[in-house]
């Protein structure tokens, strides 16, 4: 079965911008997590979305938000994108809320260059 | 902050030797995840080993934990090459929360 998709793979943009990144998770799961990743600050949690609804969010600007479809497809923005913003983000998808019975399944992440 | 910590930050070895790495974290936890991250891609579970469970075991590997010391420890006997990657702890402080990973241990596998 097809894993976690997420788009673009890499994206380049210029401060001030706003980017949308997507993220289809897999077939049946219904929870979608986001995480940032930076070499300074490691793995972050952005936000999770369980049936549409934001379950919990992580200590983030305003300029971060999410929903997510009915179809379990979510999507981030990002909005007056800073230097600082530049990251590898990673979407996450599971079977129930968070992560308890089996874990997370990963997409690859999309690569966000500010410049 | 982050909730796991992982000792070393590196670890070089060779091909055929066994791997351990360690996790500490702070607070009490529903229970603790191992990832692995193969460079700049996206994370696999590896393995997940609730709170009132001691051992786990996968294949060529093997999950201790130790709640009374908040600590856990990844072991991957006769490494290979296709083993190098970095390697995350991260814990499920409640039913159904947020995962918060460590910071992760790079492990090198030299052929």
């Known amino acids: 079965k097809a894993g976690v998709t997420q788009t673009p793979r890499y994206l380049i943009k210029t401060r001030g911008q706003q980017v949308t990144l997507s993220c289809s998770p897999i077939s049946g799961h219904r929870s979608v997590s986001w995480y940032q990743q930076t070499p300074g600050q490691g793995l972050q949690f952005l936000f999770e979305y369980f049936s549409e609804t934001q379950r919990n969010k992580g200590n983030f600007p305003g300029r971060f938000s999410g929903r997510q479809f009915s179809n379990s497809r979510s999507e981030m923005n990002v909005s007056t994108l800073e230097l600082g913003d530049s990251a590898l983000y990673l979407c996450?998808?599971?079977?129930?809320?968070?992560?308890?019975?089996?874990?997370?399944?990963f997409g690859s992440g999309t690569r966000l260059t500010v410049v | 902050s982050q909730q796991g910590e992982e000792d070393p930050q590196a670890l070089s070895i060779q091909e055929g030797e066994n791997a351990t790495m360690n996790c500490s974290y702070k607070?009490?936890?529903?229970?603790l995840q191992w990832y692995r991250q193969n460079s700049g891609r996206g994370l696999v579970h590896l393995i997940l080993?609730?709170?009132?469970?001691r051992e786990k075991h996968s294949g060529r590997l093997r999950v201790t934990l130790d709640t009374s010391k908040k600590s856990s420890s990844l072991l991957i006997t006769a490494s290979r090459a296709a083993d190098t990657a970095s390697y995350f702890c991260?814990?499920?402080?409640?039913?159904?929360?947020?995962?918060?990973f460590g910071e992760g241990t790079q492990l090198t596998v030299n052929p």
């Open positions: 080993i609730r709170s009132n469970e």
């Open positions: 996450a998808s599971s079977l129930s809320k968070g992560a308890n019975l089996y874990g997370y399944t």
């Open positions: 607070t009490s936890i529903n229970n």
């Open positions: 991260a814990t499920d402080i409640t039913s159904g929360s947020r995962l918060t």
